[in-house]
């Protein structure tokens, strides 16, 4: 036993050492390079406008200290409306992902169903293949959806990915409970309510989440499908402000002396990316173990 | 004669499994009307709509009543300049997205799989995964600001001499700068999936592959990596589905008319053509090529996949 332990210490003194020290530095400059950039972020957004423009450089504090970026930021309008279009959305679209994946998902994954494969083989098909963009759009807009939230909400109302995944949670229900609850007359609708969905909770909380941030960060279809202003959701409105550069519409207003507007821009840019990430970053450490065990029940499904 | 009457007795089974399926399952059918509905109106109709690639589409006329003009739209696409240069830089981008954006989370969870400390692991995972969750509009915004002039990237490949553009007006830069951000937002993430078949590992065979004297590379190629195999497989498979679809929302926040030479992808062009010149027909012809090519390898790819390993997609 002893000998044993000796000749595997000298073995990890030589090569193994080593390796395991520029391992540790490597995670280290790794962890660094992940999350300065959200650093730089938010210490730019928290700087003079003046001594920011004049520093070079790494930035690992703020350049000196101010919130007029903040206060500017929220004087406009468009972002706190954006943020309320983007919450109707987030709402609405959840429930409508989740009644429908889950009909979809019950349906599928029950055995005894005899046009069970060929509505299945319809269904994956179009995961594969689709129209493409200029007719899904043509076909949003005669459906006279221009200019409504619905544009956003109904074409995205079932991701078949995540229905294949929820589908292999119900299929792992045990096929008793069902047959008790049909004995006691139950409705299936009732069984999937009340049996289903409370058995295959960690799923169900999975795809939920999926499904919540790809409404927060869907900015396209919005973009194709809303031209009246009043309706963006909140991605639209920092996509003017970010890549459109944008911000005449904040900063004309402002009241800080004149001069300064083309230096404050650029603060007001990054107090907006800071909003936006906030409420995520909030929620974050509740929900990542929710996450990873999401990406794990994906790969159980090939 | 017996023939005969063996189909007729099926036809009746046949007839009789449906009714009794019908009597049986009605209420599983009437659930599954909302999501018919919506496979139809959402997915088959715009394939339907899809038409008008072989058409002149009018929309007073509507899919239906505008003339057919056969493969004109195909035609015109390829004898288009931009068509060599949209493919060009489709392939050119998902390639090389391929080459160092695959093997990128691999490695990453080997040496997350190989630290000691655990404290140190569960941060550095944790930190590695927060990228994912900001918007790629956000995404965009910051990658525009930091290569911008006076952009903090743009300092650091300024100081080790250079021009004084922005970064996204310097063509050659578009590809390693969608590239490496993309390694950035998606590296930690992707690594969850490989941790996951990594922890799956039978960790017998490592002792026994010790006992037989293997050092640590032995134990990298005889039992981490074919461990890996199947998962690699699969994540590959799906990679290489998506061959023709690089990511144009990414492109389409990011690019300029200046860098459209090296930036400018399918996707993309079928946008722009489509929306700002309002080209509907040819729009949709490029599109659909683009569906049905991607279609094919996904196929390929998958009945490659068959064939060399177990592993396969369905």
């Not at chain 1, 280290?28 to 730089?40: E, T």
């Not at chain 1, 809303?226 to 911000?247: G, S």
């Not at chain 1, 230096?263 to 970053?281: G, M």
Request: include cysteine.
């Amino acid at each position: 036993m002893l000998k044993y332990k000796k000749t595997n210490a000298i073995k990890k003194s030589t090569g193994e050492k080593i390796f395991n020290a520029v391992n540790v530095l490597f995670m280290i400059v790794m962890m660094f390079v992940m999350f300065y950039p959200m650093w730089h972020v938010l210490c730019a957004s928290l700087s003079n406008a003046r001594l920011l423009s004049a520093h070079s450089g790494i930035l690992l504090k703020p350049e000196g200290f101010s919130v007029t970026a903040y206060k500017l930021m929220f004087k406009n309008p468009m972002i706190l409306r954006g943020y309320g279009n983007t919450l109707f959305i987030l709402v609405f679209g959840i429930v409508i992902n989740m009644i429908m994946t889950s009909l979809a998902a019950y349906v599928l994954s029950r055995k005894n169903l005899m046009w069970r494969k060929p509505l299945t083989l319809i269904i994956i098909f179009t995961m594969y293949f689709s129209g493409g963009m200029i007719p899904s759009y043509l076909n949003v807009i005669s459906l006279g959806l221009r200019d409504s939230l619905w544009a956003v909400i109904l074409p995205g109302a079932i991701s078949t990915y995540n229905m294949i995944i929820m589908r292999t949670a119900f299929a792992s229900v045990p096929e008793t409970l069902e047959e008790a609850a049909m004995l006691d007359g139950a409705s299936r609708m009732r069984i999937l309510w009340q049996i289903i969905l409370p058995l295959s909770k960690a799923t169900v909380a999975v795809i939920c989440l999926y499904y919540a941030v790809a409404h927060w960060n869907a900015w396209f279809n919005a973009m194709l499908y809303l031209n009246d202003r009043n309706k963006f959701p909140l991605q639209l409105v920092l996509r003017e402000i970010l890549i459109q550069n944008d911000t005449s519409s904040m900063v004309t207003a402002m009241d800080a002396g004149a001069g300064d507007s083309s230096f404050v821009s650029e603060t007001v840019k990054y107090a907006v990316i800071i909003v936006s990430i906030v409420p995520i970053l909030c929620i974050y450490p509740f929900i990542q173990k929710h996450f990873t065990k999401g990406v794990m029940i994906g790969a159980v499904k090939g | 004669m017996k023939n005969k009457a063996v189909k007729t007795e099926d036809k009746l089974s046949f007839k009789y499994r449906v009714r009794m399926d019908m009597k049986r399952n009605y209420p599983l059918y009437l659930m599954l009307i909302p999501v018919i509905l919506f496979y139809i109106i959402f997915c088959y109709k715009p394939m339907y709509g899809a038409l008008i690639a072989f058409k002149d589409y009018e929309p007073a006329l509507g899919v239906w009543g505008s003339a057919w003009v056969g493969l004109k739209h195909f035609k015109a696409f390829f004898e288009n300049p931009d068509f060599i240069r949209v493919l060009r830089n489709t392939l050119t981008i998902s390639i090389s997205s391929i080459v160092f954006g695959f093997p990128a989370p691999i490695i990453l969870a080997l040496l997350f799989n190989e630290l000691r400390l655990r404290r140190l692991k569960s941060v550095a995972q944790t930190i590695s995964y927060l990228p994912h969750f900001i918007s790629l509009v956000v995404v965009c915004g910051m990658i525009k600001d930091f290569v911008s002039q006076g952009g903090i990237i743009y300092q650091l490949v300024t100081s080790m001499g250079g021009d004084s553009v922005g970064l996204l007006s310097r063509q050659e830069l578009f590809v390693p700068i969608y590239v490496l951000s993309d390694i950035w937002q998606q590296v930690g993430w992707g690594s969850i999936i490989y941790l996951a078949a990594l922890a799956g590992i039978d960790q017998e065979l490592y002792e026994a592959a010790q006992v037989d004297g293997a050092g640590k590379w032995a134990q990298l190629f005889n039992v981490t990596l074919p461990g890996l195999a199947p998962t690699i497989i699969i994540m590959l498979i799906l990679r290489l589905g998506n061959l023709l679809n690089v990511g144009y929302e990414k492109v389409i926040l990011l690019y300029n008319p200046l860098i459209y030479e090296t930036s400018d992808v399918i996707s993309s062009y079928v946008y722009r053509v489509g929306f700002a010149q309002q080209n509907w027909s040819y729009s949709s012809a490029v599109g659909l090529l683009n569906s049905v090519v991607n279609f094919m390898i996904v196929i390929t790819a998958n009945r490659i996949a068959n064939k060399t390993s177990e592993t396969s997609l369905w």
